[in-house]
């Protein structure tokens, strides 16, 4: 089923794309395995998709043990500054940057291993209180501060959209965010693209293609339920 799904999202992904002018190419799915065994993976890697996404370091670090090296890792999740060191030369890139004390640790433990660090802002677009994620308004002065820190790389921002049903109360969330992006890429800051747009998840993920997503990351509708109890 993992290979149908897979392959199902990326035949939906060609489509959507094809609908509003958008090249599929610049859309890329990662394949959220959190909580999901690593064999779990090694079945989705038979569609040749090589981007997973994980929310814990600790889980992504025994992945990464487990499994080829050519997958890209993405942490997507909340990132707490002592786990850091634990995701350099691992992670492909961080999508869950939010302040600059992390910015700053992640500057620190890249800077010992000569590594640099691809990162995305992460964006509370819709205020929730339960959300990580800085403030839309915040989010080109935290970005400006970054950009001075040699090892981080600035490649873009994500969002985490509410939960709903209809995918529809989300697009506004997504046109803002993508707003946000082309706003602080206008400004040509050093060493800052706004390339990577990551935004969309199982329920929302066409809406937010349509918006401009250039990463969408899915979980259920590969894995199927995640049962957080065992
Ligand atoms: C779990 C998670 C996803 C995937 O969610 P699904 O609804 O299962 O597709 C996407 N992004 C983040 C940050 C997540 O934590």
């Not at 997973?52 to 992945?63: A, H, I, R, W």
Request: glycine fraction near 6%; include cysteine; proline fraction near 2%.
């Amino acid at each position: 089923m993992i290979v149908e799904n897979i392959k199902e999202i990326q035949n939906e992904i060609k489509e959507v794309c094809d609908k509003v002018g958008r090249d599929a190419n610049e859309v890329t799915l990662i394949a959220v395995s959190k909580t999901k065994p690593y064999t779990d993976i090694e079945k989705a890697l038979e569609s040749g998709c090589l981007d997973y996404g994980e929310n814990k370091v600790q889980e992504l670090d025994q992945k990464y043990d487990l499994l080829p090296k050519n997958i890209n890792w993405h942490m997507i999740g909340h990132l707490q500054r002592n786990k850091v060191k634990y995701l350099v030369g691992k992670a492909k890139m961080i999508h869950s940057v939010d302040s600059l004390r992390l910015a700053n640790q992640i500057e620190k433990e890249y800077a010992k291993k000569d590594m640099i660090a691809k990162v995305l802002i992460e964006v509370n677009m819709a205020g929730e209180e339960s959300k990580f994620g800085i403030k839309p308004e915040e989010t080109e002065q935290l970005i400006r501060e970054i950009s001075n820190l040699e090892h981080v790389r600035v490649c873009g921002l994500m969002t985490i959209a509410p939960y709903t049903l209809n995918p529809e109360d989300n697009r506004i969330y997504f046109k803002k965010l993508r707003e946000l992006s082309v706003d602080i890429g206008s400004k040509n800051i050093d060493n800052v693209t706004m390339s990577e747009l990551s935004m969309g998840m199982s329920g929302d993920y066409k809406v937010a293609i349509e918006e401009g997503s250039t990463m969408i990351r899915v979980g259920t509708k590969i894995f199927g339920e995640r049962n957080y109890n065992i």
